[in-house]
């Protein structure tokens, strides 16, 4: 019992943090384990720095479209009236897709093409909220700070259909 | 010499027992049961509305979906053994495992098996799982192995050894969660809630008032840092364990309240019941009056 005891403590509490040498060394050993139990994980809940909110909105074109062109945002747009406990893990799953330019390319783009045979070209567009600093908002007195938000476009992924999936995912490369 | 090695070792070893496999209190690991088993059947509860993300008609083929996790990550084999086609009622026999586990009538496989198909969820789709489905993940672990449905001590070695690196284990969690903030320049310069407050996607209230009060806001953004940061040396002192465990208790509430987490709070919060002793409950008892006499009944 103390030997897990030993192996399990010194395993959740060097291996939150990957970068250092210790764990570069040590991983092997632990690794296979806490992955198994899915609990190796890096504890960063607002860090280094809370996120900015985030939408994707895709278009479609299509000339089977009566305009030509459907649009959808992913997750569905929620402000403070609209709250709903799905919601969050909804963005989760658009953001954690958005992370790694693969996952849209093999997974997103291929999927969003299957959906209807008639579509041609697909554009994704990631869209993220800039908020003014609380120094910029706070000093000033003639603008709300919601008035001084922006959004921003960040990253576009544009491909035609039929998309040829690669099918290879490579975890680490991410934007 | 050898007699002051020998002491050293005997005291190290008793040390090391005393602390691992010290008495758990029953209302403890009661109140952690409901707590958890309540929130987390709430939070499952709501997978039935999107359990498309878990079917054949999911986002993520289930041939790709282990390759969805950074490697670092990635597990050698998934726990998601059941065919696409069997979602529906591996949810609903996960949320009657969970049922059973919230009012205490299960049994030690039947728990390992209801944390099985909780991380066979979150490996059939990797993306959709957030930071509370890993709480989930952890505590669910720890109390899969304990006799949770014993109304009276003593409990056994594995018991007593889960309960304790469940305390562990929530203040690495700590740890980690504020060390990382430091990383984080709006930590250090003390704007990061208003980020928070004035993301819409996160808060259930409109904070934009908040602008008036920066100094406030960056005393809670550095007080929770340090809350984080030194959670473990002040929660394993029996003089300072109550002062952080209430600041605890009212930092996770505000995330409830002005975050709309409530089910994260509570799978948070739930293990903070395994800190308090038996000693303690009875003067907390005495403390709370004779009107809250018959919930803490069981801890005598």
Partial sequence: MSLWILYHLVGILIMPSPQSILVKNWAWFFRPYLNALTINTTWNLFSPDPATAGFMNVQMVSQEFETGVKEFTWPRMADQKDRDPRFARELYFMRYMVMNENHIKNIVIPEICKQDKSIQEVSLRFYTTVIPSLEVASTDRWNRASSMKRLVEFKLWQDMCPYESQNILDPEEEI | MMSTVRNWILQS??????????????????????????AATFLYTLRFWQLNWYDERSLIPKSS???LMNAYQKPLFSWNFWPDSWAIGIQIVFLFLLILFTLGYTRRPLMILMWTLHVGFMHRNFAAAMGVDTMVTV????????EVWKKRGP?????????????????VIYFYTGVEKLRGASWWEGSSLWFVFNNQQMTSFNMEWTVHMPSILALIAHLTVLFEIFFIPLVFNSKTKFYILTVGLFFHLGIALVLGLWAFSAIMLAPYFLFVTSDEWKILRQRLGHRWQSVFQSSC
Avoid: N
């Avoid at chain 2, 070893?13 to 209302?27: I, N, S």
């Avoid at chain 2, 505590?139 to 304990?146: I, N, P, T």
């Avoid at chain 2, 409990?155 to 203040?171: G, I, N, P, Y």
């Fill in chain 2, 13 to 38: 070893r008793q040390g090391w027992e005393k602390f691992w496999w010290a008495d758990v209190d029953p209302l403890s690991l009661k109140m952690t049961r409901i707590v958890l088993g309540t």
């Fill in chain 2, 155 to 171: 409990f056994d070695l594995l018991t007593r050894t889960m309960v304790r690196m469940a305390q562990v284990h929530l203040s």
């Fill in chain 2, 139 to 146: 505590f669910m672990f720890y109390l899969s192995f304990c």
């Fill in chain 2, 65 to 67: 979906a282990l390759d």
